[in-house]
T-cell receptor, first 115, second 113 residues
Framework: SQKIEQNSEALNIQEGKTATLTCNYTNYSPAYLQWYRQDPGRGPVFLLLIRENEKEKRKERLKVTFDTTLKQSLFHITASQPADSATYLCALRGYSGGGADGLTFGKGTHLIIQP | DGGITQSPKYLFRKEGQNVTLSCEQNLNHDAMYWYRQDPGQGLRLIYYSQIVNDFQKGDIAEGYSVSREKKESFPLTVTSAQKNPTAFYLC????????????FGQGTRLTVV
């Protein structure tokens, strides 16, 4: 069955350091992968999308890599700040009968940036 | 303002009752989605719709029903057949096709009392 795995334990990072989150998937052939941020009691907010033919994508302090051979994406936050503390979700969309399926999400990694 | 609106924010239901959660968007998106989120479980897909008058089951559709009579609206009914309905429900919309990001509402927290 299709599976998306993210670090289930909270990740504690010192302010100013780079936070790196991992997303691994199995039994998928995704055309692209997305990353979202979710704060407690709120809906997720889209951050970045990376396509299968892209190795790396950047947006301000965020960087995403996508290795379709390893079936893995890494999400980096450089110069991390306490305001970056949140749960980060990766998401994939598969194919079904000629159309796109709904987005499937990993369970998310809770990131804590300590001052 | 353009966006996606869920209502109500908090909902209490007695066991054995059906309840309908509202989701409206004015982003002109064709695709709409319903997810359920439980602690430690992440988001699980209940139903999705890519066009008006059409929808597909997600991973956990049992005990739920939806309709898509208008492009802007995708209500979710939690029926009495859903064994464990207490959860945080999230609605999202997006463009069809593989490249579209999802825009989420603020969620409805449903509690069965």
């Amino acid at each position: 069955s299709q599976k998306i795995e993210q670090n289930s334990e909270a990740l504690n990072i010192q302010e100013g350091k780079t936070a790196t989150l991992t997303c691994n998937y199995t039994n998928y052939s995704p055309a692209y992968l997305q990353w979202y941020r979710q704060d407690p009691g709120r809906g997720p907010v889209f951050l970045l999308l990376i396509r299968e033919n892209e190795k790396e994508k950047r947006k301000e302090r965020l960087k995403v890599t996508f290795d379709t051979t390893l079936k893995q994406s890494l999400f980096h936050i450089t110069a991390s700040q306490p305001a970056d503390s949140a749960t980060y979700l990766c998401a994939l969309r598969g194919y079904s009968g000629g159309g796109a399926d709904g987005l499937t999400f990993g369970k998310g990694t809770h990131l804590i940036i300590q001052p | 303002d353009g966006g996606i609106t869920q209502s109500p924010k908090y909902l209490f239901r007695k066991e054995g009752q059906n309840v309908t959660l509202s989701c409206e968007q004015n982003l002109n998106h064709d695709a709409m989605y319903w997810y359920r989120q439980d602690p430690g479980q992440g988001l699980r897909l209940i139903y999705y719709s890519q066009i008006v008058n059409d929808f597909q089951k997600g991973d956990i559709a049992e005990g739920y029903s939806v309709s898509r009579e208008k492009k802007e609206s995708f209500p979710l009914t939690v029926t009495s057949a859903q064994k464990n309905p207490t959860a945080f429900y999230l609605c999202a919309s997006g463009v069809t096709g593989l490249g579209g990001e999802a825009f989420f509402g603020q969620g409805t927290r449903l509690t069965v009392v």
